[in-house]
C-alpha cells in the first residue's frame, strides 16, 4: 500500500474556506501546519497568496474536532527555533488544542539532519515534546543544474521531470529523521501530482506540501507561486479517493504507523 500524506503550512484563512469543506466531501485526512502568532495576531503575517489573512483559532479547533485534521506547529511566527516551537504548542494549548506529541513542519524547510542540533529542536524530539519534524527541498541548496531544473519544471509541467526532481523525498522503508516533502505549487499539474503518485513504489510514502488553495476569484490568486488550483485540488481528492492501492494518512499517523 502506498501512502499519501496532504500537509498545509501557514494556517491560512483559506484552509478553512477551500481546504476543510472539500476534505470534508471526500472524507479525506490531512496535516494543518499553524502559526500561531498569525492565528492570534501576535505577528505580521504577509503572504500575498494568502491575502495575509490567518485562522481564527476557533477554526483551527474545529478542524482538529472534525477528526480529520492533524494540527502541528510550523513556528509561533514562521520561526525555526526551539523557543518558537515551544511558545507555538503553549499558544495552541491555551487555545483548547490537543498538543501532545505534535509534529513540526519546518518553515522554508530550513531544517536538515545536518542541522537540527543547532537549533535544539532535536531535543524536542528526544523528550517527545515532538513526533516528528518535515522539512524538504531547498533549491538553493541542492546547486545550479537542479535550481535550473526546477525554473524549467515551472514552465514545461512535464511529470518526468517533477518525479526526478522530488525523487529524495520519497520515503522507503525506514522513517528518516526528518521528514522529505514534495512542494506543490501553483504551476504544477494535476497530471504530474498524479504520475509521482503513480511512480512511487508499493509500500512507499510521499508528503505533498501545499499552502494556499484558490478559485480564480480569491485576492491572492497570482500574488506568488505558493497557491493551487481549487478544481486541480478537488480531483486530486476524486483521484486518490479512487485509488484502492493508495491510502491517504495524516504525518502523526503515518510516523506511528512506521515505527
Partial sequence: MKKIILSF???????????????????????????????????????????????????????????????????????????????????MKAWGV????????????????????????????????????????RTRRE???YSAFTLLDSKIHNGSLFCWLNKKCI?????????????????HTLQQIIKLIKKIQDGDSVILNFHSVLRKTDAGWGKDKFYYDHERFSEILSFLANCPEVKVVKTIDFVKESQ
Fill in 9 to 91: 503550512d501557514d494556517s491560512r484563512e483559506d484552509f478553512y474556506t477551500r481546504v476543510f469543506p472539500l476534505l470534508k466531501i471526500y472524507n479525506t485526512p490531512a496535516t494543518l501546519n499553524v502559526i500561531s502568532g498569525f492565528v492570534n495576531g501576535t505577528a505580521k503575517m504577509n503572504m500575498p497568496s494568502a491575502d495575509s489573512k490567518a485562522m481564527k483559532s476557533f477554526q483551527v479547533i474545529d478542524c482538529q474536532q472534525s477528526g480529520l485534521v492533524e494540527i502541528a506547529c510550523h513556528g509561533a511566527t514562521h520561526d525555526n527555533t526551539k523557543e518558537g516551537v515551544l511558545r507555538n504548542i503553549e499558544d
Fill in 98 to 137: 490537543n498538543v501532545e506529541g505534535i509534529g513540526f513542519a519546518s518553515p522554508t524547510s530550513i531544517l536538515t539532519k545536518d542541522n537540527i542540533h543547532e537549533t535544539g529542536i532535536d531535543t524536542l524530539l528526544e523528550q517527545g515534546t515532538l513526533s516528528y519534524v518535515r522539512s524538504g527541498i
Fill in 143 to 145: 546547486g545550479l543544474m
Fill in 171 to 187: 520515503i522507503h522503508n525506514n522513517l528518516p529523521v526528518i521528514l522529505p516533502s514534495v512542494a506543490v505549487n501553483c504551476y
